[in-house]
């Protein structure tokens, strides 16, 4: 049997590695004194994920993502991480969720974002940032509904990190459309690869806006030295935050042990 693996990577900066781990202390207290065997560290490469010979495979016995082991050792593949099968917790996004991920895995918890700006409960928004002197800053709306400054975001590059963020670009899109409008506002459109290099490609002047949500804005803030040269200048509309998953073998009984760790944790 596979030893299960836990993993916390969608805030993991470097600088904030240890409050991540004391959070994943927290969360592994209240998990094993609910009689669950969780493992002591979480992983942060794919060298730390058990192999699977022949691939991860669906419950119809489909391959649906390669052996980690084949995986480069010093990475962390987010989706390999969530797809296998040894999985008992990790974050994921509404995005990949959307995009085929929830068939294969099981919602645990959804955290809370009452400690940032633009979050509040379960849901969480989009800081849209632009260089300084760009634009006015503005504050997150209290009824959490989308302030989007069309006039600013027209015929500007939008940095984002990944086409199945739904805080990069799933939710702009989405609240761009239900304004009338829609991405082709924008010139052009450059991929990232995430939410710290959208702020600094801004900051660089290699693209003009990003959407950052709000608790990596309030990460950029403290650790980003290019956070210092943008502003918010919109906000997208408050959606259900990330959520927690185990895989979907795990059972009914671990799955309501872990949901009650979740909360007992803050």
């Known amino acids: 049997m596979m030893v299960s693996i836990a993993a916390l990577p969608m805030y993991d900066w470097p600088e904030?590695?240890?409050?991540?781990?004391?959070?994943?202390?927290?969360?592994?207290?209240?998990?094993?004194?609910?009689?669950i065997d969780a493992p002591s560290s979480i992983v942060r490469r794919n060298s730390e994920l058990a192999a699977v010979p022949g691939g991860i495979r669906d419950e119809a016995g489909v391959v649906i993502a390669p052996?980690?082991?084949?995986?480069?050792?010093?990475?962390?593949?987010?989706?390999?991480?969530?797809?296998?099968?040894?999985?008992?917790?990790?974050?994921?996004?509404?995005?990949?969720?959307?995009?085929?991920?929830?068939?294969?895995?099981?919602?645990?918890?959804?955290?809370?974002?009452?400690?940032?700006?633009?979050?509040?409960?379960?849901?969480?928004?989009?800081?849209?940032?632009m260089r300084a002197g760009e634009g006015a800053p503005i504050a997150a709306p209290d009824e959490g509904c989308s302030l989007l400054p069309f006039d600013l975001l027209?015929?500007?590059?939008?940095?984002?990190?990944?086409?199945?963020?739904?805080?990069?670009?799933?939710?702009l899109t989405r609240d761009l459309e239900a304004s009338g409008e829609s991405t082709e506002l924008f010139s052009d459109r450059i991929q990232s690869g995430g939410h710290r290099a959208s702020i600094v490609a801004v900051a660089e002047g290699r693209a003009d806006v990003a959407a950052i949500?709000?608790?990596?804005?309030?990460?950029?803030?403290?650790?980003?030295?290019?956070?210092?040269?943008?502003?918010?200048?919109?906000?997208?509309?408050?959606?259900?935050g990330l959520p927690y998953i185990t895989a979907r073998t795990t059972p009914d009984s671990i799955v309501a042990a872990l949901s009650e760790g979740v909360a007992a944790a803050g």
Request: glycine share 8%; proline share 5%; hydrophobic share 45%.
């Open 213 to 240: 949500d709000c608790e990596s804005w309030a990460l950029a803030r403290r650790f980003e030295p290019a956070a210092c040269e943008v502003v918010v200048v919109g906000w997208t509309a408050r959606r259900k």
């Open 154 to 171: 027209r015929g500007k590059r939008l940095a984002f990190n990944s086409l199945d963020s739904m805080s990069g670009i799933i939710a």
């Open 16 to 35: 904030v590695h240890g409050e991540v781990d004391a959070l994943w202390a927290r969360l592994r207290e209240a998990f094993r004194g609910r009689g």
């Open 67 to 129: 052996d980690p082991a084949t995986l480069p050792p010093d990475e962390l593949d987010f989706h390999r991480l969530w797809l296998h099968p040894s999985l008992l917790f990790a974050q994921t996004c509404w995005g990949p969720m959307e995009l085929g991920l929830a068939k294969h895995v099981r919602v645990v918890a959804q955290p809370s974002y009452d400690a940032f700006e633009g979050g509040r409960g379960e849901t969480y928004s989009s800081a849209l940032v």
